[in-house]
């Protein structure tokens, strides 16, 4: 899902949090790929600040995976985190009972966030 926020020079794209994550075969999880990369592309080109990777999906691994796709030396980027509250946390756990019929428990207490930005600006993440 990626969104453009009124009076910002952030993009934002949230992984689908519908998105099955468990049991997939590998032509579906191409296809995830394939989707984000499309979606970070167009973000970028059309952004005019950073673009924002915000998502229960995102992990350490995937955010590598993510940041071995852009050109070497074009951008800057930082992987942060913010806490994962409760209501976050039980929106999440309903979201995926009523769209996949399976509880989930969350035991992160951290949502990871990876921020994108052209070198050629000069401001800050």
Known sequence: IQSHH????RIFIHLSPWQATVKLPQERISWFWDGLFEALGSAL???KGSVV????LLTNHRARRILAALPPGKYQYRLTSVPFKP????????????????????????WPVLVIRKKSLNRDL
Request: glycine letters at 0%; charged letters at 25%.
């Open 53 to 56: 990777i915000a998502s229960h």
């Open 87 to 110: 209501s976050a946390r039980a929106i999440l756990q309903l979201e995926v009972f009523f769209t996949q019929w399976r509880w989930i428990h969350v035991n992160r207490e951290r």
């Open 6 to 9: 009124k009076n910002s020079h």
């Open 45 to 47: 080109r059309a952004s």
